[in-house]
């Protein structure tokens, strides 16, 4: 009977202890080195319906990341460029296009456009991403895993213009100061230290974190939990479970060659994630977001649209 009970209180210990979250807590903040260097690649997949047209766009965007300098404070000195940019979009039967900046295809003037949509957008990309390449961009990293300042942009940003002036003529970079800035910059960086905790953390135990993104004037706001679900010890890799919800954040107004609109959205995330331990890196992760998006102006009316948008990340030393 003794027995009985000794092993039936181990139990119980046992499964409280799992359930609270107990056992060896791990870092996962950032712990970069000067001179380490990291190829970093995004891809989103979205698929946009509305008013029963279907869209597909897929983008990738390959980055090679240089540590410059770290603190004693632990702050980081960053270098990034873009190395590899691909396109692939497709909207019903009227643009089925796709461009990669690995290839040989080069983008043409607009007066040599042989005809069609989906020629045309091509060449355009294949401007614009082709002036992106290798243009070096400075990021400083708090010890958190914030990003603190972002520099370097707007050379990219002029670059851009240029390259659409010389393709489309004068004022054919009109409307793109809103492209490109340091928050936007900011929020695509800060996804590769996305939610780390701020504390050691044990295996069971979540936390949250809020984030704010910005596209071209319109916010959104991201409120996710994060889970530690398991350590692989062989592979020194933390693996995290992040759900969310997602919502209209800031300025809700769109300006559209004159014609003014407000976009309303709603959401949800789930995925997974795997950190380097060693560095803090996101070595894995993918995450799908659905959202249903409200344009509406004066002229339009009411346009509701569904939107699942899928982002895999991969990062390694190279």
Known sequence: MRKFLFLAMASALVTLFACSGGGKKISLQPNLKPGEKYSLEYKVVMDQDMKSMNNRIT????HLLDV???SPQKESDLELK?????????SGNMIDMSYDSDSSYPAKSAMDMPGGMSDMLRDIYGKVFGSMLNKPMQVKLEANGKVKSVSGYKELLQSIKDSMQQYLGPGGSAGMDGLMSDKQISDVFQQLFAGLPQKPVSVGESWTADFEM???GIGMKVSNTYKLVEVLEKENVAVIDVKGKISSAGNKKINNDGMEMTMELTGTSEGRIEVDLATG????GKVTQDMNVTVESKQ???MPMTMKTVTTINGKKS
């Open 59 to 62: 983008i990738l965007m390959g």
């Open 68 to 70: 410059k300098s770290v």
């Open 82 to 90: 873009y190395n590899h940019i691909s396109i692939a979009m497709k």
């Open 214 to 216: 910005e596209n071209n």
């Open 281 to 284: 890196i996101t070595r894995s």
């Open 300 to 302: 339009t009316g009411k």
